[in-house]
Nanobody
């Protein structure tokens, strides 16, 4: 069974930066074989795509709402994917989740979700 553990969330002010991490583990899961994605869900809203990174980190794509502000990276030796968030806005406030993707371009999630990490941006 694959486990995803997100961390790094917190309360920050608008304009601040924050970095999230997601550590993936699982006896039969080969982290380096999968694209990974970050999603977020604000209170009362549906979960939405934030960013994706391909298996070797050479390709990334972002939602328009975070493009130019968020940077996604991964360390396959540590089974970890990172989301560096800059110039945060109150509308970035949400629970953030990472997930393995079966398709980098479609952002199709495979497997389970982690518990998420909460990001709150005050104005």
């Amino acid at each position: 069974q694959v486990q995803l553990v997100e961390s790094g969330g917190g309360l920050v002010q608008a304009g601040d930066s924050l970095s999230l991490s997601c550590v993936v583990s699982g006896r039969t899961f080969t982290f380096s074989a999968y694209a990974m994605g970050w999603f977020r869900q604000a209170e009362g809203k549906e979960r939405e795509f934030v960013a994706a990174i391909n298996w070797n980190g050479e390709n990334t794509r972002y939602a328009d709402s975070v493009k130019g502000r968020f940077i996604l990276s991964r360390d396959n030796a540590k089974n970890t994917v990172y989301l560096h968030m800059n110039s945060l806005k109150p509308e970035d406030t949400a629970d953030y989740y990472c997930a393995a993707l079966s398709n980098f371009w479609l952002g199709t999630v495979t497997g389970s979700w982690g518990r998420g990490t909460q990001v709150t941006v005050s104005s």
